[in-house]
């Protein structure tokens, strides 16, 4: 099996940058995605493919890659930006699905 | 509109069975394969299952495995898992959930990617 790590918190103030991280061996080769749940919702997606935002994702939200790290940056961070953010990725054939514990994103 | 609606939850006592439904609208269902991920209340999600479009591949998670089974009915545009020897640790709120696709325009060929289309979910308790 596979294991994503992220922090479980963060807080940080509006107008600032949030940055997420999210670390595991399989993004060493495969692709990291990203959702947004907010309370009683069910996820969003945000980011795929490491860095592609589908038609929605407003265009402070960007995501990058590196080595076995994922980062989910959110410029501008507004309040309703406060939400859990999980990352995602999946084995080589698609057939194993793995998601990080979540990082809650505070706005102060 | 694209859609996802889940049935199927409810409350069982441990060793019981239970099937979930997910009728989808709005889209060709039979090009999509489909997932289950579930969440604890108040934790993480969790993935669960995965089924190809054609209904002939299926995947899980190491924690249910032997003990869920997912199908699919695109006729009727559902989605479905059986699951069965429930336990405690099963008490969660279950979604299913379309991948994104994308057309390659140079290759000539979808590829599809994570999951953004989400039902509401439904409910599971397993308790005695």
């Known amino acids: 099996s596979y294991e994503l790590t992220q922090p479980p918190s963060m807080s940080v103030s509006p107008r600032q940058t949030a940055r997420i991280t999210c670390s595991g061996d399989?993004?060493?080769?495969?692709?990291g995605y990203w959702y947004q749940q907010k309370p009683g919702q069910a996820p969003v997606l945000v980011i795929y493919?490491?860095?592609e935002r589908p038609s929605g994702t407003p265009e402070r939200f960007s995501g990058s890659s590196s080595g076995t790290t994922v980062t989910l940056t959110i410029s501008g961070v507004q309040a309703e930006d406060e939400a859990d953010y999980y990352c995602?990725?999946?084995?080589?054939?698609?057939?194993?699905?793995?998601f990080g514990g979540g990082t809650k994103l505070t706005v102060l | 509109e694209v859609q996802l609606v889940e049935s199927g939850g409810g409350v069982v006592q441990p060793g019981e069975s239970l099937r979930l439904s997910c009728v989808a609208s709005?889209?060709?269902?039979?090009?999509?394969?489909m997932h289950w991920v579930r969440q604890v209340p108040g934790k993480g999600l969790e993935w669960v299952s995965l089924?190809?479009?054609?209904?002939?591949?299926?995947y899980y998670s190491d924690s249910v495995k032997g003990r869920f089974t997912i199908s699919r009915d695109n006729s009727k545009n559902s989605l479905f898992l059986q699951m069965n020897s429930l336990r405690t640790e099963d008490t969660a709120f279950y979604y299913c959930?379309?991948?994104?696709?994308?057309?390659?325009?140079?290759?000539?060929?979808?590829?599809?990617?994570?999951?953004?289309?989400w039902g509401q979910g439904t409910t599971v308790t397993v308790s005695s």
């Open positions: 089924i190809s479009g054609d209904g002939t591949n299926t």
């Open positions: 493919k490491d860095s």
């Open positions: 709005g889209f060709t269902f039979d090009d999509y394969a």
């Open positions: 399989v993004l060493a080769k495969q692709y």
């Open positions: 959930a379309r991948p994104l696709r994308y057309f390659d325009w140079l290759l000539h060929s979808y590829f599809y990617y994570g999951m953004d289309v």
């Open positions: 995602q990725s999946a084995d080589s054939g698609g057939s194993y699905w793995v």
